[in-house]
């Protein structure tokens, strides 16, 4: 059963996904090969490069796709379909349930709390996927209830793979799939550490293109 949960959800390396259902949804597109303009909606964590992409946004957009940004990006980005949602938010898009949570570094300086950026979980035909954006292992994660969760495994600019294990205890969802790794810093020992340690069923995914 959480291998029929991976298969909804491709994944393009690093923290870029997409998940298929009755929608179509993006997180975070970076190092798109095709220029399938299938998204229905697109949703970004925060503003580096590797997770806010415009030329790979404009590669899976369409005229109608919705890209949902942080609050806290507002003044940066110039989208006709710009939606903009702060942490503790939670909205339809396009028919999907979108809530939006935290996401910062406890012990490092890349993603400071003051900026707001945030992580996804968006209900998809009653499937809810987590989507942890750059974190590390924050206490608001207790309260996240989710079906599949997206962590950070590499360490450095996010937590370790002994810290996601700790994450997943804290969410204990039915699945976990590690990312941030394979590109920019982590490797794939990075990946198979969670995947001995966690809680729960684990699916390190192959690239999709
Ligand atoms: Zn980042």
Not at 66 to 77: G, L, Y
Not at 102 to 112: E, G, V
Request: proline share 5%.
């Amino acid at each position: 059963m959480p291998e029929r949960l991976a298969e909804m959800i491709d994944w393009f390396g690093h923290a870029s996904f997409r998940f298929r259902g009755s929608k179509t949804v993006y997180v975070d597109p970076w190092k798109i090969d095709k220029e399938s303009h299938d998204a229905d909606i697109i949703l970004i964590t925060h503003e580096h490069y590797d997770h806010y992409s415009p030329d790979d946004i404009k590669k899976v957009a369409g005229d109608t796709t919705i890209v949902v940004f942080p609050e806290s990006m507002r003044d940066k980005v110039d989208f006709i379909n710009a939606v903009f949602l702060a942490r503790g938010e939670r909205q339809t898009v396009d028919g999907v349930d979108v809530e939006v949570v935290a996401a910062f570094n406890t012990n490092k300086d890349y993603h400071p709390d003051s900026k707001d950026w945030v992580g996804y979980i968006v209900n998809l035909d009653g499937i809810r996927i987590y989507h942890s954006g750059d974190t590390d292992n924050i206490d608001e994660m207790n309260s996240i209830s989710c079906d599949v969760a997206l962590l950070p495994v590499s360490g450095t600019y996010v937590m370790t793979a002994v810290e996601a294990i700790e994450a997943a205890r804290r969410i204990g969802p039915r699945l976990a799939i590690p990312m941030h790794w394979g590109d920019i810093v982590g490797g794939r020992e990075d990946a198979e550490e969670f995947a001995r340690g966690a809680p729960c069923p684990v699916v390190i995914k192959e690239h999709s293109t």
